[in-house]
Nanobody, 121 residues
């Protein structure tokens, strides 16, 4: 069993900051890419940012320059630092991690439970 536990969401005023964390635990052989997605009401889930094993990052155009993704492999954790938040950033944020279970060759995508981020004055 693999678990992804997210934390750090909440209510913040426009221009404020939040830091999301997603920690993996359980039966894990190896971790490859890690990422954050978000889903606003009435909209499709979209990729916000991703980071590969070697640290290569990718961002949605709407968050470039404001959000920073990072990872700590010793803690099996991925982070999303969100600065200069806007009301349009309001959404449920989900982490996604590509994990290879022990004694298995393939990687599988696992998802966190989601954490609400609300940007409002």
């Amino acid at each position: 069993q693999v678990q992804l536990v997210e934390s750090g969401g909440g209510l913040v005023q426009p221009g404020g900051s939040l830091r999301l964390s997603c920690a993996a635990s359980g039966s894990i052989g190896d971790i490859n890419a890690m990422g954050w997605y978000r889903q606003a009401p009435g909209k499709q889930r979209e990729l916000v940012a991703s980071i590969t094993r070697d640290g290569t990052t990718k961002y949605a155009e709407s968050v470039k320059g404001r959000f920073t993704i990072s990872r700590d492999d010793s803690k099996l954790t991925v982070y999303l630092q969100m600065n200069s938040l806007k009301p349009e950033d309001t959404a449920v944020f989900y982490c996604q991690v590509a994990i290879r279970p022990p004694l298995v060759h393939n990687y599988y995508d696992y998802w966190g439970q989601g954490t609400q981020v609300t940007v409002s004055s």
